[in-house]
């Protein structure tokens, strides 16, 4: 069955940096890309931006153009997420999730900015 | 960037009843219109896929409709399990887009 399960849980300080990972299963990789979307408490849904995990081509949403980086690692079938100087208003669960029409999520994972 | 509008913010209806859901493109995206329901502390769960697709394992009491501009969701008699938070996401232009969601509630 497909899956896709993401690292645990972050806390880091403002300026910092963190990297999430989403590791998929039962499915072939590169025939899908991979979505990342994040909710911040008691907001909606915000799309990150996605990558193909046929050829790493990339498509970011602009407010966070220069601050977020995704790959993918095709041999683990591994799929990762980096934000760079964190703010608190990135306080959010950031989950992963297969193709655009995501039909597959993962459990999510709380990234919490904090002094 | 596309802005998605979805109406009402709220909707309170009885378990039973028929749930209608709007949501409104500022620009055509043409039939590329992805609903989901979400609970609390659950991932988005998608629904309907391409406007009027029905996901995989979805009922079909949940019925996509609309292109271009307006679409709906339609849900046709409320179970106790459909009351949570539904958005609409467009796949047509980058960037992607969502809805701000709707929230159904029990009346």
């Known amino acids: 069955q497909v899956q896709l399960v993401q690292s645990g849980a972050e806390v880091k300080k403002p300026g910092a940096s963190v990297k999430v990972s989403c590791k998929a299963s039962?499915?072939?990789?590169?025939?899908?890309?991979i979505s990342w979307v994040r909710q911040a408490p008691g907001q909606g849904l915000e799309w990150m931006g996605w990558?193909?995990?046929?050829?790493?081509?990339?498509n970011y949403a602009q407010k966070l153009q220069g601050r977020v980086t995704m790959t993918t690692d095709t041999s683990t079938s591994t799929a990762y997420m980096e934000l760079r100087s964190l703010r608190s208003d990135d306080t959010a669960v950031y989950y992963c999730a297969r193709e655009l029409a995501s039909d597959y999520w993962g459990q999510g994972t709380l990234v919490t900015v904090s002094s | 960037e596309i802005v998605l509008t979805q109406s009402p913010a709220t909707l309170s209806l009885s378990p039973g009843e028929r749930a209608t859901l709007s949501c409104r493109a500022s620009q055509s995206v043409s039939s590329y219109l992805a609903w989901y329901q979400q609970k609390p502390g659950q991932a988005p769960r998608l629904l309907i896929y391409d406007a009027s697709n029905r996901a995989t394992g979805i009922p079909a009491r949940f019925s996509g409709s609309g292109s271009g501009t307006d679409f709906t969701l339609t849900i046709s008699s409320l179970e106790p399990e459909d009351f949570a938070v539904y958005y609409c996401?467009?796949?047509?232009?980058?960037?992607?887009?969502f809805g701000q969601g709707t929230r159904l509630e029990i009346k």
């Open positions: 990558i193909s995990a046929y050829n790493g081509n990339t």
């Open positions: 996401q467009q796949r047509s232009n980058w960037p992607v887009t």
């Open positions: 039962g499915y072939t990789f590169t025939s899908y890309g």
